[in-house]
């Protein structure tokens, strides 16, 4: 997922004109190549071919999203709370149309309600909206790279919550996209 935003650069060329300028392509590659000293050495193992074909259509299907949500919210019609509204809504609609089909009504907890509630409302819609707001001010590929930094969040968090260790090289890597990510959103005055 982590090449989204090389893709959104790309296709943020033709489909919206938005030409990243030479400082943000360097910040780009800086930012991929923080992404593989972080994952090197790649081990794939025979046989995941098909999961990988499935990773490469949601890496493209990522990086639609990105460029719709930017095409949407760049001229700031319209409210970020209403494009996230609207978006979600007709998502999960059909995930629990979906779901209910397939599993049925769950046991649900009280404790598990306050996390589905905690989930629905912080961690998708008032981050989605706060995504909006980005997709309004910045580039596709400015905002895409900022949520690229997933990868260096996720690792620091696991490491606090969980105890993981990050080793010498995922640190590197991890600093490596960071300076990338910050180079993106320099921009000339």
Do not use: H
């Not at 046989?47 to 639609?64: C, E, R, W």
């Not at 709370?81 to 209910?100: A, K, N, P």
């Amino acid at each position: 997922m982590n090449f989204t935003p090389l893709i959104v650069a790309v296709l943020g060329i033709f489909v919206l004109s938005e030409r990243p300028t030479a400082v943000q392509w360097l910040g780009s590659v800086l930012f991929i190549a923080g992404i593989l000293t972080y994952f090197i050495p790649v081990l794939l193992p025979a046989g995941k071919l098909l999961g990988i074909a499935v990773m490469g259509i949601g890496v493209l299907a990522n990086s639609a999203s990105s460029l719709l949500g930017r095409d949407i919210n760049r001229s700031g019609k319209f409210n970020p709370l209403t494009v996230t509204v609207i978006s979600m809504g007709i998502g999960s609609v059909f995930m629990l149309i979906i779901s209910l089909g397939i599993e049925g009504i769950p046991a649900i907890s009280i404790k598990n309600i306050f996390y589905l509630l905690w989930l629905a409302a912080v961690n998708t819609a008032f981050a989605f909206t706060i995504w909006n707001v980005t997709l309004q001010k910045l580039t596709a590929m400015e905002s895409s790279i900022i949520n690229g930094t997933m990868l260096i969040q996720i690792a620091l968090l696991a490491w606090w919550f969980l105890g993981e260790r990050i080793t010498l090289q995922e640190g590197a890597g991890m600093f490596v996209a960071l300076c990338g990510a910050v180079i993106v959103q320099i921009k000339k005055k």
